[in-house]
Nanobody
Framework: VQLVESGGGLVQAGGSLRLSCAAS????????MGWFRQAPGKEREFVAA????????RYVDSVKGRFTISRDNAKNTVVLQMNSLKPEDTGVYYC???????????????WGQGTQVTVSS
């Protein structure tokens, strides 16, 4: 599975961004998909994940109520809708694929190259 993120950019605090991850490969629909982010000088952290069917989602507490993860298996895409953005949401956002629902990045087998999100105050 190859993953390519898009949709990052510069936005003011309180604004919104929509990140997309396009996946290649016919097995996309069998993978749990996740989003991670890495802020400057910090370790990469889990943001959100969605089950293969889309029926189950998981979020880190800091984004609950602001971010929404969704997927379209027919189009091989997963989307992270980010609203009410804060400066602390700044970082490189990565899309990843895993065999099961988990927040542990060690369990994700495939990764995209990342897309930069910058939130100004």
């Amino acid at each position: 599975v190859q993953l390519v993120e898009s949709g990052g950019g510069l936005v003011q605090a309180g604004g919104s961004l929509r990140l997309s991850c396009a996946a290649s490969g016919r097995t996309f629909r069998t993978y749990v998909m996740g989003w991670f982010r890495q802020a400057p000088g910090k370790e990469r952290e889990f943001v959100a994940a969605i089950s293969w069917s889309g029926g189950s989602t998981r979020y880190v507490d800091s984004v609950k109520g602001r971010f929404t993860i969704s997927r379209d298996n027919a189009k091989n895409t997963v989307v992270l809708q980010m609203n009410s953005l804060k400066p602390e949401d700044t970082g490189v956002y990565y899309c990843a694929a895993a065999q099961y629902m988990t927040a542990s990045q060690r369990s994700y087998d495939y990764w995209g190259q990342g897309t930069q999100v910058t939130v100004s105050s």
